[in-house]
């Protein structure tokens, strides 16, 4: 059986390609250890020091016989010494398509199930560990041709510094505020964390912001807090803006439209068509598809942006703009559109 087949998770099942990694640092009693005859040490090992040869009687508390991969699935490992003469020992990294087979292994080693603890543990001790989730590249990756760019989980972005969340708002955005084009009732829809419903209250106006996310919301309810503005921050599906029951006359996607697929799309330009004052506007700032490249989310063009807003929508225009961002001082190529209501 090759590595990839034990260590990594299957396709077509949730975070295929990604593996689950157990780390784990062991001290080694070198003394003890050293101490043991051979023929000892390869009782408490369940294998031959020399040629690593599987014994034939192996003692119910010996490392291989608490672990035993036909028991408990398969595992991928290595282990790395560390350390110094007087202090050392072993990493343990051992790679599994499940954690329930590492963490079975673990439970056996320290005799959870019977009582019979791994020989191996009375020489060794484990100091620090943890498991890693390990998703695979191509998941990140965008897919071309409609799909949803990938399944990126906002909430735990927000528990980092994401990308596209610059901590003030996006130039294109700044400028539609300045010609008078935010005007009115305003959603910021797919808000983050909240910057341009925080824009739009600086401006006076009522202003909204939606996400899905509530890490996001808290975020953003935060901010409005710490600087003193009133916007209200809703945990809400883009995909359901009529059920808030409220109308716009300003719209403003940050970011969202180009997250979703072909099919979200359509929804989604239903559910603005559903929750937009007559004449009222949406302004997009997606992802274009002058982005070179494969890494973040799906790219737009502009006809994409023509078909989806045909029935009910007049575009009042779609430029090149940029979408400033944490990584590059330069920004991202990106479309600003800007379409009525009709
Ligand atoms: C101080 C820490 C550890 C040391 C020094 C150690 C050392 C070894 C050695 C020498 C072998 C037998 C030789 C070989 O097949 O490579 C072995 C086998 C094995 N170890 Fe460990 N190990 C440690 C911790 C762990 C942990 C934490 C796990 C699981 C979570 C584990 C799982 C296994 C498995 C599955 C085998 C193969 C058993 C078989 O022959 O089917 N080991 N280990
Ligand atoms: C690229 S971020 C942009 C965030 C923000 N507009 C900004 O400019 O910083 C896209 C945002 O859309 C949110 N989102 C994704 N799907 C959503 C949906 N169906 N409804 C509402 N928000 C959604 C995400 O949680 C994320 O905060």
New binding site residues.
Partial sequence: MDASEVALVPDGSPGAGGTVL?L?K?SHDATAWESLPVDQQERV?G?TKDA?V?LEDKAPDS??AR???DRFGK?F?R?MAYGTVTDH??M?V?FSAEQRR?AA??ES?AGVPDGVRDA?TTY?RPLTGAYYVVVHGRAATPRRGGRRVREVDFDAAYAGAPPWDIGRPQPAFLGLAGSGTVRGVVLDVGCGTGEHALMAAGMGLPATGVDTSGAAIDLAARKAETRGLHARFLVWDALDLPGMGARFDTVLDSGLFHVFDDEERARYVRSLLGAGEPGGRVAILAFSDRVPGQFGPRRVSRDEIETSFTDGWEILSIEPATMDVTFTPTGIPAWLAVIART
Avoid: Y
Wanted: charged share 15%; no cysteine.
């Fill in positions: 157990l784990q062991w090992m294998r690593s599987e490392h291989v672990n035993d991969q595992i490992r282990n020992g072993t343990f051992g590492l292994m673990l080693m191996l060794a």
